[in-house]
């Protein structure tokens, strides 16, 4: 018994020490699930970084992360956090206290000096964008320049309908067989080209109704996924994230941002280098990078890695991310540091050193050509801020005239020959021709008025010469290349001579009308446009031609891309009111594709 009491007197104890503790586990369980259901009704707030500007950001948001990065661009390319793109209008992005305040492109100040690294613009201005984009609906007239425009639209027409009704998605068009044209350098033949580089000149045109064709595709189907082989890494900035990046600046419409991020991170493992140089080519489904075997034992060319400034730099102030211009900055250091033979830059640079290859090569024309352009548009885009590329343009700018003009024997034409060494070749690429507007831009941006004039004047002598070009040919449209000697003047009767629709003519004489005002430029970009309709319009587009002196000989068959970007844009603008797309208030791309200048 007295075990038994105690037995049961030991487990009534027991039994009571387990309530107790079991009502204490209770109490606790109920005091921590208050705090969670506080902590759940409160996460959004808690979990939202709040800006000095009331701007909030939640990580969820972002869209690339910290490893992401790492993965593509290297670990110690990394150098902070990376900030999101931000695809919701209600949510604003961080703006931290420690950075400066960010520019926008229109309304916040940034004081004048270099581009800042962590600078960012607010793509939600309250700019009318009307206003900024200027005068795009025309009711068609009996004006002179009316007819011409709609000229212009109805080839832009018959260019877009050929590819629509034969190659829709595909990178080109070849109008004669009426079928795709494909280019290695867009890395898969599913790769759009001509839709994404023709949207915003439909748009600009005022074609709706093709242009939504065109959006309608891009955000249901673009995808650098499509990108299956190897692309060229310059072509595919320019043309896609050029194009893409336009079309936000234009419409202000996120999902073109945030295709063009996708396109701008698909080709950051280019960029691992030891110099940061960039090679030219990518597998994007194998991040491998290589350089051209024939471009001087596998270096990196000017022309390329030179020309993706305006781009990447554009992509990190409207995503946040600052990684992308960080890329483009560091090719800049590069070039600005590097050895330069008479304050020239050769054509090819090693990507392992970061210096120049000794057999040098200048050339304004091919291999070289864009670079330069970027440079003075780098700083007008920047809105005069961006100094060293300032420096770095009137730098070369005087070498270049120094060093690389000519005047012909036979009729005193001036031109850009091509270096090698010391040895001067007397030749002018239709390429070259885009330097007309270069200069012209110069021009108006010199303080000391003597120097204006000259600059000017270097200008239209660089734009006759080019014209020369045209108006000495049988169909009156210019040659791929043109020579000055004994046999040639400003003509190519032996080899070069076909054309493949380019643009730089017509662009050097858009640029030379808008900032002169001289009726002659309209004229001669009229005189070419009726050209290329009469010697290069087959059935189902255009075309480029076998040889220039003689029609005869026939088209390639390639509908080019940069028909519809580049060429037929600037001829419209010439017969549009000088308000579209201002050169106050937009910089073209080398794709011909405007961003808008960022406000200090």
Same mark, same amino acid.
């Given at each position: 018994?007295?075990? +038994?009491?105690?037995?049961?007197?030991?487990?009534?104890?027991?039994?009571?020490?387990?309530?107790?503790?079991?009502?204490?586990?209770?109490?606790?369980?109920?005091?921590?699930?208050?705090?969670?259901?506080?902590?759940?009704?409160?996460?959004?707030?808690?979990?939202?970084?709040?800006? %000095?500007?009331?701007?909030?950001?939640?990580?969820?948001?972002?869209?690339?992360?910290?490893?992401?990065?790492?993965?593509?661009?290297?670990?110690?390319?990394?150098?902070?956090?990376?900030?999101?793109?931000?695809?919701?209008?209600?949510?604003?992005?961080?703006?931290?206290?420690?950075?400066?305040?960010?520019?926008?492109?229109?309304?916040?100040?940034?004081?004048?000096?270099?581009?800042? %690294?962590?600078?960012?613009?607010?793509?939600? +201005?309250?700019?009318?964008?009307?206003?900024?984009?200027?005068?795009?609906?025309?009711?068609?007239?009996?004006?002179?320049?009316?007819?011409?425009?709609?000229?212009?639209?109805?080839?832009?027409?018959?260019?877009?309908?050929?590819?629509?009704?034969?190659?829709?998605?595909?990178?080109?068009?070849?109008?004669?067989?009426?079928?795709?044209?494909?280019?290695?350098?867009?890395?898969?033949?599913?790769?759009?080209?001509?839709?994404?580089?023709?949207?915003?000149?439909?748009?600009?045109?005022?074609?709706?109704?093709?242009?939504?064709?065109?959006?309608?595709?891009?955000?249901?189907?673009?995808?650098?996924?499509?990108?299956?082989?190897?692309?060229?890494?310059?072509?595919?900035?320019?043309?896609?994230?050029?194009?893409?990046?336009?079309?936000?600046?234009?419409?202000?419409?996120?999902?073109?941002?945030?295709?063009?991020?996708?396109?701008?991170?698909?080709?950051?493992?280019?960029?691992?280098?030891?110099?940061?140089?960039?090679?030219?080519?990518?597998?994007?489904?194998?991040?491998?990078?290589?350089?051209?075997?024939?471009?001087?034992?596998?270096?990196?060319?000017?022309?390329?890695?030179?020309?993706?400034?305006?781009?990447?730099?554009?992509?990190?102030?409207?995503?946040?991310?600052?990684?992308?211009?960080?890329?483009?900055?560091?090719?800049?250091?590069?070039?600005?540091?590097?050895?330069?033979?008479?304050?020239?830059?050769?054509?090819?640079?090693?990507?392992?050193?970061?210096?120049?290859?000794?057999?040098?090569?200048?050339?304004?024309?091919?291999?070289?050509?864009?670079?330069?352009?970027?440079?003075?548009?780098?700083?007008?885009?920047?809105?005069?801020?961006?100094?060293?590329?300032?420096?770095?343009?009137?730098?070369?700018?005087?070498?270049?005239?120094?060093?690389?003009?000519?005047?012909?024997?036979?009729?005193?034409?001036?031109?850009?020959?091509?270096?090698?060494?010391?040895?001067?070749?007397?030749?002018?690429?239709?390429?070259?021709?885009?330097?007309?507007?270069?200069?012209?831009?110069?021009?108006?941006?010199?303080?000391?008025?003597?120097?204006?004039?000259?600059?000017?004047?270097?200008?239209?002598?660089?734009?006759?010469?080019?014209?020369?070009?045209?108006?000495?040919?049988?169909?009156?449209?210019?040659?791929?290349?043109?020579?000055?000697?004994?046999?040639?003047?400003?003509?190519?009767?032996?080899?070069?001579?076909?054309?493949?629709?380019?643009?730089?003519?017509?662009?050097?004489?858009?640029?030379?009308?808008?900032?002169?005002?001289?009726?002659?430029?309209?004229?001669?970009?009229?005189?070419?446009?009726?050209?290329?309709?009469?010697?290069?319009?087959?059935?189902?587009?255009?075309?480029?031609?076998?040889?220039?002196?003689?029609?005869?000989?026939?088209?390639?068959?390639?509908?080019?891309?940069?028909?519809?970007?580049?060429?037929?844009?600037?001829?419209?603008?010439?017969?549009?009111?000088?308000?579209?797309?201002?050169?106050?208030?937009?910089?073209?791309?080398?794709?011909?594709?405007?961003?808008?200048?960022?406000?200090?």
């Amino acid at each position: 018994m007295k075990f +038994s009491q105690s037995s049961s007197r030991g487990c009534a104890m027991q039994t009571v020490r387990f309530n107790r503790q079991a009502v204490l586990a209770l109490v606790g369980c109920f005091v921590l699930t208050l705090c969670l259901i506080g902590y759940i009704s409160s996460g959004d707030e808690r979990s939202t970084v709040v800006s %000095d500007r009331g701007y909030a950001v939640r990580p969820a948001a972002y869209q690339i992360t910290q490893k992401a990065v790492e993965d593509v661009a290297g670990v110690d390319a990394v150098k902070e956090p990376i900030i999101p793109v931000v695809r919701r209008p209600e949510i604003k992005p961080e703006v931290k206290e420690d950075v400066p305040e960010p520019p926008k492109e229109v309304g916040v100040k940034l004081d004048a000096g270099e581009v800042k %690294d962590d600078v960012s613009a607010d793509d939600n +201005s309250d700019v009318n964008l009307d206003d900024l984009i200027g005068k795009r609906h025309y009711v068609d007239g009996a004006d002179e320049n009316d007819k011409r425009r709609q000229k212009v639209k109805e080839m832009m027409l018959h260019a877009w309908n050929g590819y629509k009704n034969y190659s829709w998605g595909a990178n080109e068009l070849r109008p004669i067989a009426k079928t795709a044209n494909s280019q290695n350098i867009f890395g898969g033949n599913q790769m759009p080209a001509t839709i994404i580089d023709a949207a915003d000149t439909l748009f600009i045109m005022d074609l709706m109704d093709e242009y939504r064709e065109a959006h309608d595709y891009i955000k249901a189907n673009f995808t650098m996924t499509k990108a299956t082989g190897t692309l060229s890494v310059f072509e595919t900035t320019i043309r896609f994230l050029g194009g893409l990046l336009s079309l936000y600046g234009l419409t202000r419409e996120q999902i073109y941002l945030e295709k063009a991020k996708e396109v701008g991170e698909a080709l950051l493992p280019a960029f691992k280098t030891p110099s940061g140089v960039p090679k030219s080519n990518l597998d994007v489904q194998r991040k491998y990078a290589s350089n051209y075997g024939w471009a001087n034992g596998g270096s990196s060319i000017l022309a390329e890695f030179g020309s993706l400034h305006l781009e990447f730099t554009y992509l990190s102030r409207m995503t946040k991310v600052p990684l992308f211009e960080k890329k483009v900055k560091k090719i800049r250091d590069v070039l600005d540091k590097a050895e330069k033979p008479d304050g020239l830059y050769p054509n090819y640079m090693s990507p392992d050193s970061g210096k120049f290859v000794q057999t040098y090569h200048m050339s304004v024309g091919a291999l070289g050509d864009s670079f330069y352009e970027y440079l003075i548009k780098s700083w007008l885009m920047s809105n005069k801020t961006d100094i060293q590329a300032k420096k770095m343009y009137w730098d070369v700018s005087e070498a270049i005239v120094n060093k690389m003009l000519g005047k012909s024997e036979k009729s005193g034409l001036t031109y850009t020959a091509e270096l090698r060494g010391t040895n001067k070749e007397h030749k002018m690429g239709h390429l070259a021709c885009f330097v007309v507007g270069m200069f012209g831009l110069q021009a108006v941006n010199e303080i000391d008025a003597e120097k204006k004039a000259k600059t000017m004047n270097l200008a239209e002598e660089l734009g006759k010469t080019c014209h020369e070009s045209y108006i000495r040919s049988e169909t009156h449209i210019g040659p791929e290349m043109f020579y000055f000697n004994a046999n040639d003047e400003a003509t190519s009767r032996r080899a070069e001579n076909g054309y493949i629709l380019r643009p730089e003519v017509i662009e050097g004489f858009f640029y030379l009308w808008r900032l002169t005002g001289k009726t002659m430029y309209r004229d001669w970009v009229w005189d070419a446009v009726q050209a290329i309709d009469k010697y290069c319009r087959v059935d189902a587009g255009f075309a480029g031609l076998q040889n220039v002196y003689d029609p005869n000989r026939g088209h390639d068959d390639v509908q080019q891309s940069f028909f519809l970007a580049e060429t037929l844009k600037y001829a419209y603008l010439t017969f549009a009111d000088i308000s579209l797309i201002s050169l106050d208030q937009w910089v073209f791309n080398t794709e011909a594709h405007p961003f808008p200048v960022l406000s200090r």
